[in-house]
Nanobody
Framework: QLQLVESGGGLVQPGGSLRLSCAASGITQAYYSLGWFRQAPGKERERVSCINTIGGTTNYADSVKGRFTISRDNAKGTVYLQMNSLKPDDTGVYYC???????????????WGQGTQVTVSS
């Protein structure tokens, strides 16, 4: 059974950094995409970043370009999100997601983790 387990969230001051991890297990295909979405209170869930397993094509939301970096370790089935220069607007629950079609933007993501809270506040 496929499982996505996130870790690494927490409270950080503006300008600080956090690194999120998502460990995927039970994946039976070689080609897919893993990504990160977030949802702030009162707002819709939005895509943050995505990476596919073949070629490592990455995709970022405009709001995080230049500050966030997504990476993967295919051997471990793990995807990471390094978040630098964090802003209060980055606050939200961050969800790991798997797109079984390997879309570059995780548009067809249909497996989700339980989420990890990221709070950026002084």
């Amino acid at each position: 059974q496929l499982q996505l387990v996130e870790s690494g969230g927490g409270l950080v001051q503006p300008g600080g950094s956090l690194r999120l991890s998502c460990a995927a297990s039970g994946i039976t295909q070689a080609y897919y995409s893993l990504g990160w979405f977030r949802q702030a209170p009162g707002k819709e869930r939005e895509r943050v970043s995505c990476i596919n397993t073949i070629g490592g094509t990455t995709n970022y939301a405009d709001s995080v370009k230049g500050r966030f970096t997504i990476s993967r370790d295919n051997a471990k089935g793990t995807v990471y999100l390094q978040m630098n220069s964090l802003k209060p607007d980055d606050t939200g629950v961050y969800y790991c997601a798997l797109d079984p079609w390997g879309d570059y933007d995780c548009a067809s993501a249909n497996y989700w983790g339980q989420g990890t809270q990221v709070t950026v506040s002084s």
